[in-house]
């Protein structure tokens, strides 16, 4: 009967070395992915636990825990909707999102800066307090952003070029935030629910891509950087210039937005056209790079990935499996293009820091609650989408179509501005989808910034890029170049 | 006294020389560790629930050791030989039970619930405690139950459709397992497991020469004879009419597996286990394909943190809070009464297992089951040493159907295996089957007993 035993024994032990398998699966391997798992109430519970971490903006809390005289002795407070973007909210029954959820380690003190803290918590049995974020957001550029786009839907994002770091991420319409971090669980579910449904999507981050848009003429600079990068083109290439264009295998005609020929001439160079924003020129330039060379272009500005800013951005898309008359609508920012303010913007930075893509970032730093630096943002790179030669000729061409192209409304007086604007079409009779993406000034720049109006702007079919976004994010230039 | 040394004093009295009780000793020393440790525990939960040490604690601590204490004497008494670690072990995880469900109590308190476990776990951890003393004294000598096998046999299947009579069956959360008369209800399968390895243990030592003969060669396999395959065929089709009509993969799993290990253990031929797991497999697989409840635990294992399994009535909720519950207490756990284990769904009983990784962490658990794993290992010890066949087959089964309810029932919590409802011994909350683990645990100190005494006579 031994033998038997002998593999009973084994059985049992297999049995046994798969729960503990098992046990260490769950318990340590997956643990901080299921613990960040939003259907995870706990750490929400923790966090009441202790208090929250703030979060600041310059000097000032934007948001905060005060105490409360209720069993969960904090109440989370806002200071502005103005914040609402960035910091999301934090409530004990819907949840959390933006940095309150994205930062909810270090808010909560359960981040390894705080190794020590915690160490020391253990033993003292006195809880961990939140750490609090400093962020790299600049209070005027954000305040600029958030005035200059007043009612209209859309959102506004800039980026300092050399560091990443984000200096105004608005979305409009937004909500506030007070009004979700109440403890009374009827009213704060009430509120949810009006936002949830309201016509206007409050609760959507238009900023980070919670939407995507069509680019419209801003995708042109992605088309001209692939032509570039390519080695066949330069700006002073010559496409040919008709008045209209039919698409390979199709009774489609591409026309400019002027309804006429791209300046004068049987042909037009890539910088004119680019200047002066024509479709023409570009469906030709796009069917003739083909739509790998564009995608892939598009993937090295960052275009199909999941960025953390530690927010999470929704991945940019530029379409497969085009024709060519696809392909064509797809190099002037229509097709199935879809692209998010932050991209966007992060595209403008990349030109403006000489063809280095730099990772977008709103947290400067972590600290202590007695407001000791556990850790700063080390500014770190994406890559290198294009090189220097072609971020200096895209910049040229930015700043003509400023200075004397169709954009000019993105000129920030006295400064030489770089920017293009973008008109895009949405299907017979929708609004369009108007945006400015530009940086300045012109040498060593200071801000990148990328501006989306959705909904026409209020005004249908008659918004241009130019009449609407181009003037906000003049502004947020502006404020950011006068501090 | 233990001192050998003394002997000569005693030289007349030979026989109470053989029973020096080393073993008693041992054994009272770690159970001071165990009922110690169960202290500490309740303590920590009432130090961490109510910020201060309340009279409530001795009604959750005393009782329970005071019966420790009793069944320590009576083994010194009835079974001086008996092994010493299994009392300490099953001390140390029924006191552990106890403490949790405490905990789960007072977060129900908190929050203004009526259901309260603790109380009815230690009256019935007393109950249980003193029918394992009963069967110790009445009990003198295991191989008594070798007579009657057959009544093992009705007792055991009787035990096991009671649940599928009219009146007297209840369905609790999908599963008839359970009889009821009023408020109290029992799960009769928990004691259907000690009958039915009383049955499978005297049976096959009766038959195990039929079964080994060989039968017909078929490709290469030499099959069993024909007529052998019948009682397979009877516990195939009873563990498949559990599954059928009492809806509990976990109930027909453990029977069909303890079946084809003690038939594989008398017999040697390992042709039963290939055969038999085939026969279950097909049809489980029939059985999940007919019925939507298997199918629909199958996919809550496989996919449960789908949002679709997620929601759905009977879905994976329970099973992803549990996970959840365990992940976020990570390595060390957040300490006894610093969790919400509460969040889960039955966490005082299918899913106290949850409810200790999220407060004991990785490392509880880890003792947990090296508890398991070592209780377990004691009683194969006994089928190792002992010389009857009849006491290595009993005290096998009974181990292995504790070491397998363990695999199958934590195994389902942690996604080893589909979640079913059979219960964790000697933890979770439920009467059934703390009194029948108890039994199992007098009987396994009843035939350890047996080996080191006829060890001595021997010499």
């Known amino acids: 009967m031994n033998r038997q035993l002998n593999r009973v024994s084994a059985t049992v032990g297999a049995m046994f070395f798969a729960l503990f398998v098992a046990v260490t699966t769950v318990q340590f391997i997956s643990a901080d992915s299921l613990t960040n798992d939003p259907r995870n109430v706990r750490s929400v519970y923790d966090s009441y636990k202790t208090q929250r971490g703030a979060i600041f903006v310059g000097n000032q809390a934007v948001a905060y825990s005060a105490?409360?005289?209720?069993?969960?002795?904090?109440?989370?407070?806002?200071?502005?909707?103005?914040?609402?973007?960035?910091?999301?909210?934090?409530?004990?029954?819907?949840?959390?999102?933006?940095?309150?959820?994205?930062?909810?380690?270090?808010?909560?003190?359960?981040?390894?800066?705080?190794?020590?803290?915690?160490?020391?918590?253990?033993f003292s049995g006195n809880s961990v307090s939140g750490a609090n974020l400093r962020l790299t957001i600049d209070p005027k550029a954000q305040a600029a952003a958030w005035n200059a786009l007043g009612n209209l839907t859309g959102a506004v994002v800039a980026i300092e070029p050399k560091t990443g770091k984000i200096l105004a991420l608005v979305s409009k319409p937004t909500f506030d935030a007070n009004w979700l971090a109440g403890h009374n669980g009827r009213i704060s579910a009430a509120h949810y629910k009006h936002l949830l449904n309201a016509k206007s999507e409050p609760l959507i981050n238009r900023a980070i891509g919670g939407d995507l848009y069509a680019p419209g003429s801003v995708f042109k600079i992605v088309v001209a950087a692939a032509a570039f990068e390519s080695g066949k083109y330069t700006p002073l290439s010559?496409?040919?210039?008709?008045?209209?264009?039919?698409?390979?295998?199709?009774?489609?005609?591409?026309?400019?937005?002027?309804?006429?020929?791209?300046?004068?001439?049987?042909?037009?160079?890539?910088a004119d056209a680019l200047r002066l924003s024509c479709n023409v020129p570009f469906a030709q330039l796009g069917i003739a790079l083909g739509q790998d060379a564009i995608r892939s272009q598009a993937e090295k500005f960052g275009f199909g990935q999941t960025l953390h800013v530690p927010l999470t951005v929704t991945p940019s898309t530029y379409p497969s499996g085009m024709d060519d008359a696809q392909t064509g609508l797809s190099a002037f920012g229509q097709f199935d293009d879809r692209v998010s303010p932050m991209?966007?913007?992060?595209?403008?930075?990349?030109?403006?820091?000489?063809?280095?893509?730099m990772?977008?970032?709103?947290?400067?730093?972590?600290?202590?609650?007695?407001?000791?630096?556990?850790?700063?943002?080390?500014?770190?790179?994406?890559?290198?989408?294009?090189?220097?030669?072609?971020?200096?000729?895209?910049?040229?061409?930015?700043?003509?179509?400023?200075?004397?192209?169709?954009?000019?409304?993105?000129?920030?007086?006295?400064?030489?501005?770089?920017?293009?604007?973008?008109?895009?079409?949405?299907?017979?009779?929708?609004?369009?989808?108007?945006?400015?993406?530009?940086?300045?000034?012109?040498?060593?720049?200071?801000?990148?910034?990328?501006?989306?109006?959705?909904?026409?702007?209020?005004?249908?079919?008659?918004?241009?890029?130019?009449?609407?976004?181009?003037?906000?994010?003049?502004?947020?230039?502006?404020?950011?170049?006068?501090? | 006294m233990a001192n050998p040394s003394t002997a000569p004093l005693t030289t007349a009295k030979p026989r109470i020389v053989r029973v020096v009780p080393r073993n008693r000793n041992i054994e009272a020393l770690l159970l001071i560790f165990a009922v110690g440790i169960n202290a500490f525990e309740i303590a920590q939960i009432q130090l961490a629930a109510l910020q201060q040490l309340t009279s409530e604690f001795m009604i959750y601590w005393a009782p329970v050791s005071f019966a420790a204490l009793v069944l320590h004497l009576t083994l010194r008494r009835r079974a001086s030989n008996a092994d010493p670690l299994i009392l300490p072990i099953a001390m140390l995880l029924n006191g552990l039970g106890i403490s949790m469900i405490?905990?789960?109590?007072?977060?129900?308190?908190?929050?203004?619930?009526?259901?309260?476990?603790?109380?009815?776990?230690?009256?019935?951890?007393?109950?249980?405690?003193?029918?394992?003393?009963?069967?110790?004294?009445?009990?003198?000598?295991?191989?008594?139950?070798?007579?009657?096998?057959?009544?093992?046999?009705?007792?055991?299947?009787?035990?096991?459709?009671?649940?599928?009579?009219?009146?007297?069956?209840?369905?609790?959360?999908?599963?008839?397992?359970?009889?009821?008369?009023?408020?109290?209800?029992?799960?009769?399968?928990?004691?259907a497991k000690i009958a039915l390895t009383i049955f499978f243990a005297g049976y096959l030592v009766n038959r195990r020469e039929s079964l080994a003969a060989v039968g017909r060669k078929v490709l290469g396999v030499q099959l069993p004879r024909a007529r052998e395959l019948g009682p397979i065929l009877t516990i195939w089709v009873a563990s498949l009419a559990v599954l059928v009509f009492q809806h509990d993969l976990g109930t027909s799993l453990l029977y069909f597996g303890l079946f084809l290990v003690m038939i594989y253990v008398a017999t040697g031929r390992a042709i039963y286990v290939g055969v038999g797991l085939g026969m279950f497999v097909t049809g489980a697989l029939i059985a999940a394909k007919i019925m939507s409840y298997v199918s629909g635990r199958v996919d809550a294992w496989l996919n449960p943190f789908d949002q679709s399994n997620y929601d759905a009535v009977g879905g994976s909720y329970q099973l992803v809070q549990g996970i959840f519950g365990m992940a976020h207490g990570g390595v060390l756990g957040s300490g006894l009464g610093g969790g919400v284990p509460n969040l889960v769904p039955l966490a005082e009983s299918d899913f106290i297992f949850a409810s200790l990784g999220e407060e004991i962490g990785m490392v509880g658990l880890f003792a947990v089951l090296a508890l398991y794993?070592?209780?377990?290992?004691?009683?194969?010890?006994?089928?190792?040493?002992?010389?009857?066949?009849?006491?290595?087959?009993?005290?096998?089964?009974?181990?292995?159907?504790?070491?397998?309810?363990?695999?199958?029932?934590?195994?389902?919590?942690?996604?080893?295996?589909?979640l079913t409802g059979l219960t964790t011994p000697l933890l979770a909350a439920g009467g059934s089957s703390l009194v029948s683990n108890w039994i199992i645990i007098a009987l396994l100190l009843r035939i350890s007993d047996s080996i080191r005494t006829k060890a001595k006579v021997a010499e």
Request: charged share 10%; with cysteine; hydrophobic share 45%.
């Open chain 1, 238 to 270: 010559r496409i040919p210039n008709p008045v209209r264009y039919q698409l390979p295998g199709t009774n489609t005609f591409v026309m400019n937005s002027t309804e006429g020929r791209c300046g004068v001439g049987s042909t037009v160079t890539i």
């Open chain 1, 343 to 357: 991209q966007m913007a992060l595209i403008a930075a990349t030109i403006a820091n000489g063809g280095v893509a």
């Open chain 1, 359 to 483: 990772q977008p970032n709103l947290i400067q730093s972590v600290q202590s609650s007695n407001f000791a630096t556990l850790s700063t943002t080390t500014p770190s790179q994406l890559g290198t989408p294009i090189s220097a030669k072609t971020a200096s000729r895209l910049t040229k061409m930015m700043i003509a179509a400023v200075e004397s192209g169709v954009s000019y409304n993105g000129k920030v007086p006295g400064v030489s501005t770089a920017g293009k604007t973008g008109t895009a079409q949405n299907g017979p009779g929708q609004p369009y989808t108007l945006w400015f993406t530009g940086f300045a000034p012109t040498k060593n720049p200071k801000v990148a910034v990328a501006v989306v109006v959705a909904n026409g702007g209020g005004q249908g079919q008659s918004g241009r890029g130019n009449t609407l976004a181009a003037p906000i994010a003049r502004a947020v230039m502006q404020a950011v170049l006068n501090r």
């Open chain 1, 67 to 122: 105490k409360s005289d209720d069993v969960y002795h904090y109440l989370r407070k806002y200071s502005s909707p103005m914040y609402s973007s960035v910091t999301g909210f934090f409530s004990f029954f819907q949840g959390a999102t933006g940095l309150e959820a994205t930062g909810n380690d270090y808010l909560t003190g359960k981040n390894s800066a705080q190794f020590f803290e915690q160490i020391n918590a253990l």
């Open chain 2, 373 to 418: 794993l070592l209780w377990v290992s004691r009683g194969l010890r006994i089928g190792y040493k002992h010389s009857d066949d009849f006491s290595r087959l009993l005290a096998t089964g009974l181990s292995f159907v504790i070491a397998l309810q363990v695999f199958i029932v934590i195994g389902g919590v942690t996604r080893v295996v589909p």
């Open chain 2, 102 to 191: 405490y905990r789960l109590d007072l977060a129900t308190v908190a929050n203004h619930g009526a259901q309260l476990f603790a109380g009815k776990q230690v009256i019935w951890t007393l109950l249980a405690m003193i029918i394992a003393g009963a069967v110790l004294v009445y009990v003198p000598n295991h191989l008594f139950l070798r007579r009657y096998v057959f009544i093992a046999m009705f007792v055991g299947i009787g035990l096991l459709l009671t649940p599928m009579l009219p009146f007297i069956g209840r369905n609790i959360n999908g599963a008839q397992l359970w009889i009821g008369i009023g408020a109290f209800t029992f799960q009769p399968g928990e004691l």
